[in-house]
DNA sequence: ATACAGTGTTAGACGTAGTCTAAAGCCATG
DNA sequence: CATGGCTTTAGACTACGTCTAACACTGTAT
């Protein structure tokens, strides 16, 4: 068992069972914004024998504990996060793939002022294509 | 028939067959953001017979011919927004309804800059609460 | 050691959203 | 009124996610 994801479990109150820190393991550290199937998919690679409603569990579980956030701006999936701090997201329309983008990269104004509506948070969406830099 | 829809739908080259013209009566001129299956449910009550499939069909013949958006910010489902002009959006976090945001209502720099990303539309996404104003 | 309680895991059933298919219907044209 | 092309239809199918009920595991009290 990977000692660093054991002590982020215990951190945030949730028991590390083996399926769990095998779910942490790789979740917590990728870069990708993986769909709860591919999540699925990742783990059963290094446990082969783990179920499909342990997965979302576990997945619905570390996002209550906000160790995950859930995005809904890909192709009608829910796909999760583990980049926490706030950020836009840019995505990909030839591959589908969502990047970050830092927070101060673009700026955004008068959010706070909209008549009617107390903005808790906000984000940039933007889409496009990718090319060299 | 409704006239006016005929002739939209005509004017874009789509031809106007009753259920195509039932489906448009609705979801043209709403100002909501219905599901599929929301506009499925709300054409029945005046055309009973009308299936899921055509429905279905006609919400994606008029998104490719550009009639309809897509956007994919609600809670895992796609919706359909008749507004074509560029605008932001406000999800009530509350009752999860969906509200247009002037496009000059917020105000976003430095999109056109960012470092290898072509960016073709953007967006702002914001969550919160609705409030008397 | 043994029983028990509480938590976690499992397979599979289920619900919903959306797509696909094959057959049938409609309608303009010759 | 036969033909061909487009449209609609019901239902099968797929994908994603949740739920349920049984089972397994762990720790504590006896």
Redesign the pocket.
């Known amino acids: 068992m990977n000692e660093a994801v054991v002590t982020i479990l215990q951190g945030n109150g ?2 590390p ?5 095998a779910v942490g393991e790789y979740v917590l550290r990728t870069e990708d914004h993986p ?4 999540v699925w998919a990742a783990v059963r690679e290094r ?1 082969p ?13 570390f996002v209550e504990k906000k160790l995950l956030r859930e995005l809904i701006l890909a192709e ?4 999760f996060d583990p980049n926490l701090g706030p950020h836009h997201h840019f995505i990909d329309e030839e591959s589908g793939a969502i990047l970050d983008v830092p927070w101060d990269a673009v700026s955004v104004d008068r959010v706070e002022t909209l008549p009617g509506m107390d903005v808790r948070e906000y984000q940039v969406v933007m889409r496009g294509r990718r090319r060299a830099h």
């Open positions: 949730i028991q069972s083996a399926q769990r820190v769909s709860a199937d591919q446990f024998m783990i179920s499909r409603a342990t997965v979302y569990n576990t997945l619905n579980l009608g999936r829910i796909v």
